[in-house]
């Protein structure tokens, strides 16, 4: 059973948007649903995801665990960039997400990999079969996925050592100063919109992103980023930070754009096959949409 107080400053709140913010590791749906089911009582009465909350409530939440998941094969289109008996390195295209979560269920890159490989890493569990790492929804570029379970364990020791070389492309809004800059700034969650993350708070995880002018024009400016951590969002919120937001990315700040995606793409990787012991680079690139807008801008 889970207990919460309202406070005279949730006044007005949704209460399904208040249970949200207050309980970010369930999904909006799931929250929902136990409200529908009677599982929410607000001073021990069941109420509609639409109540108004008044300040002052006792809500108590008795929680219901979902049926598990588990990811189908799928046949959609996959461009493997590299791969061995331990790993395999696919080019993942914006708009795809790599797992399936919270209103997405089918379509991702999770469901053509099992349909391509059928055997992957079972470390992440049979809704997120080989995936060590992530890229948002609308970034492009090289992945890299796990055969087997001891190559999983491996590429995420990795990972948490540094050893991993990650670079990207950005096309950032504005003039930077300097060209070559270094943001170790902390990350956490943003306490006003959950959807968010957030370097502006003195605490957080820590997170080091470092850049370099690879060109300039009028209104932008192109960067090489190289990340030494994998924070959530990390590069468009230290960019961002800097108020250069990437372009396409509403979320951080940036004015609409023509792209329908973030002009952020996950150019190079380098690591050591956990099969061969030999240090991996594996390159994609830059797709075409983000070349034409490239190309557009003179």
Same mark, same amino acid.
């Given at each position: 059973?889970?207990?919460?107080?309202?406070?005279?400053?949730?006044?007005?709140?949704?209460?399904?948007?208040?249970?949200?913010?207050?309980?970010?590791?369930?999904?909006?749906?799931?929250?929902?649903?136990?409200?529908?089911?009677?599982?929410?009582?607000?001073?021990?009465?069941?109420?509609?995801?639409?109540?108004?909350?008044?300040?002052?409530?006792?809500?108590?939440?008795?929680?219901?665990?979902?049926?598990?998941?588990?990811?189908?094969?799928?046949?959609?289109?996959?461009?493997?960039?590299?791969?061995?008996?331990?790993?395999?390195?696919? !080019?993942?295209?914006?708009?795809?997400?790599?797992?399936?979560?919270?209103?997405?269920?089918?379509?991702?890159?999770? !469901?053509?990999?099992?349909?391509?490989?059928?055997?992957?890493?079972?470390?992440?569990?049979?809704?997120?079969?080989?995936?060590?790492?992530?890229?948002?929804?609308?970034?492009?570029?090289?992945?890299?996925?796990?055969?087997?379970?001891?190559?999983?364990?491996?590429?995420?020791?990795?990972?948490?050592?540094?050893?991993?070389?990650?670079?990207?492309?950005?096309?950032?809004?504005?003039?930077?100063?300097?060209?070559?800059?270094?943001?170790?700034?902390?990350?956490?969650?943003?306490?006003?919109?959950?959807?968010?993350?957030?370097?502006?708070?003195?605490?957080?995880?820590?997170?080091?992103?470092?850049?370099?002018?690879?060109?300039?024009?009028?209104?932008?400016?192109?960067?090489?980023?190289?990340?030494?951590?994998?924070?959530?969002?990390?590069?468009?919120?230290?960019?961002?930070?800097?108020?250069?937001?990437?372009?396409?990315?509403?979320?951080?700040?940036?004015?609409?754009?023509?792209?329908?995606?973030?002009?952020?793409?996950?150019?190079?990787?380098?690591?050591?096959?956990?099969?061969?012991?030999?240090?991996?680079?594996?390159?994609?690139?830059?797709?075409?949409?983000?070349?034409?807008?490239?190309?557009?801008?003179?």
């Amino acid at each position: 059973m889970i207990q919460l107080s309202t406070l005279s400053t949730d006044a007005g709140q949704r209460l399904d948007t208040y249970l949200h913010s207050r309980l970010p590791e369930y999904s909006r749906s799931r929250l929902q649903q136990w409200i529908e089911t009677g599982r929410v009582q607000v001073d021990g009465r069941t109420q509609k995801r639409s109540y108004q909350l008044r300040g002052s409530e006792q809500i108590q939440i008795e929680p219901a665990e979902l049926p598990p998941l588990r990811a189908t094969p799928e046949e959609l289109p996959l461009e493997v960039l590299y791969e061995d008996a331990a790993v395999i390195a696919v !080019n993942k295209p914006a708009g795809m997400v790599v797992h399936a979560g919270t209103g997405v269920h089918a379509g991702t890159l999770v !469901n053509a990999l099992l349909h391509r490989f059928q055997k992957l890493s079972g470390v992440g569990g049979e809704l997120r079969p080989g995936i060590v790492h992530r890229l948002d929804r609308f970034t492009s570029g090289v992945i890299l996925v796990a055969r087997t379970d001891a190559a999983h364990r491996d590429l995420a020791a990795q990972f948490g050592t540094r050893t991993v070389e990650k670079i990207y492309l950005a096309l950032v809004h504005g003039a930077l100063k300097t060209d070559q800059g270094r943001i170790a700034t902390p990350i956490t969650r943003d306490p006003q919109r959950r959807v968010r993350m957030t370097s502006r708070l003195a605490h957080g995880r820590s997170a080091l992103t470092e850049y370099r002018v690879l060109r300039r024009f009028q209104k932008f400016t192109l960067l090489e980023v190289r990340i030494g951590t994998g924070r959530t969002h990390q590069i468009r919120v230290h960019l961002s930070s800097l108020h250069h937001p990437v372009v396409g990315d509403k979320l951080y700040g940036a004015p609409s754009s023509p792209l329908g995606r973030f002009f952020l793409h996950a150019h190079r990787i380098t690591f050591t096959s956990p099969a061969t012991g030999e240090r991996v680079t594996v390159t994609a690139p830059l797709p075409a949409e983000l070349q034409h807008y490239l190309d557009s801008l003179g």
